[in-house]
């Protein structure tokens, strides 16, 4: 049972599209994986819209997302829609499989069309990175062998931690498929799956290693993360 979910204010954040990529693609996958989050979302997706057709229709207003609203032309707005009588067919997303340490995995279809590198191996680690171009925000897709672990680390900036598949457990817990882990600087961890996973991962600045030999690795962390 999924246990850890995206923020109100993120899950709105989302649905006025103010995320980077990144975060607007992990929150699209949990929300297709939670159906607590997907009625959320549909529910600020209507009042939203609601807000929106009342201010479009001159109903006096005093929020501020009504006001960003008033801004909004019905009529141009139809009338673009209108202007043209050529049918654009929507496709759907072609489910992409990728292969990593003998298994074949499904990617969830908010990142089917996004390339990546090619994997990189330490241990019983992979990371592939995704080619977002979101400066020093960077997306990857991190796989952990049955038995494997990160070791022991804070964090300069955020992590977000989305589980696609399998489970892992830390000092804080035991997560499941679709748990949307947000950290930062005020928590440590270390990482490990008994039975292996794969995970999507963000991150904005390098993790600090906190333990052991792995300290030795926090002068060129940046280059790592």
Request: hydrophobic share 35%.
């Amino acid at each position: 049972m999924i246990k850890h979910h995206p923020s109100q204010e993120l899950l709105a954040s989302y649905v006025e599209a103010e995320l980077p990529v990144s975060l607007s693609a992990a929150i699209a996958m949990h929300v297709e994986m939670c159906p607590v989050c997907a009625e959320k979302v549909a529910t600020i997706t209507d009042e939203r819209a609601e807000i929106s057709f009342e201010v479009a229709s001159g109903k006096p207003t005093d929020s501020k997302l009504e006001n960003e609203a008033i801004e909004l032309d019905l009529d141009a707005m139809i009338s673009a829609i209108t202007a043209s009588d050529d049918i654009e067919q929507t496709k759907t997303p072609e489910q992409k499989t990728i292969s990593i340490k003998g298994k074949n995995i499904v990617l969830p279809r908010a990142i089917s069309n996004i390339p990546t590198t090619n994997w990189s191996n330490i241990g019983k680690l992979s990371r592939a990175r995704l080619a977002l171009d979101e400066g020093k925000v960077r997306s990857s897709l991190l796989n952990i062998e049955p038995g494997g672990s990160v070791p022991e680390h804070t964090h300069k900036g955020y992590e977000l931690t989305l589980l696609l598949s399998g489970s892992f457990k830390d000092d804080m817990g035991e997560y499941v498929a679709g748990d949307f882990i947000m950290l930062d600087g005020e928590h440590t961890h270390q990482p490990v799956s008994e039975e292996g996973c794969l995970c999507f991962t963000v991150s904005d600045d390098a993790q600090h290693f906190t333990q052991g030999i792995n300290k030795l690795l926090n002068p060129i962390a940046q280059f790592l993360y």
